[in-house]
């Protein structure tokens, strides 16, 4: 099992620059898919990125594609996402995913792991 802590939210004016982090507690860090989804007021959650467990196979909604950059570091136990350019419907609460199969998904049923998210808004 393992346990996510999501922190890098905040205010930040259009075409700004974010970089969440998502902590992971367990020692099988390394066996776990992981990914990054959002959720604005009164919409569904949705997907944004997610990375497998080597860090080879990445994956990105095309709302966010050439602008956001996933990645892990697996000495830290932390994955991150790197928010480039960010508009005012980037705007929500940002959750990190774990997953134990060795590969991504865009499905929120898809993951067993979340944290309790952290917000983003984006000024425009």
């Known amino acids: 099992q393992v346990q996510l802590v999501e922190s890098g939210g905040g205010l930040v004016q259009a075409g700004g620059s974010l970089r969440l982090s998502c902590a992971a507690s367990g020692r099988t860090f390394s066996r776990y898919t992981l990914g990054w989804f959002r959720q604005a007021p009164g919409k569904e959650r949705e997907f944004v990125s997610t990375i497998n467990w080597s860090g080879g196979s990445v994956a990105y909604a095309g709302s966010v594609k050439g602008r956001f950059t996933i990645s892990r570091d697996s000495a830290k136990n932390t994955v991150y996402l790197q928010m480039n350019s960010l508009k005012p419907e980037d705007t929500a609460v940002y959750y990190c995913?774990?997953?134990?199969?060795?590969?991504?998904?865009?499905?929120?049923?898809?993951?067993?792991?979340w944290g309790q998210g952290t917000q983003v808004t984006v000024s425009s």
């Open positions: 995913a774990g997953r134990t199969l060795n590969s991504g998904s865009s499905r929120v049923t898809d993951y067993d792991y």
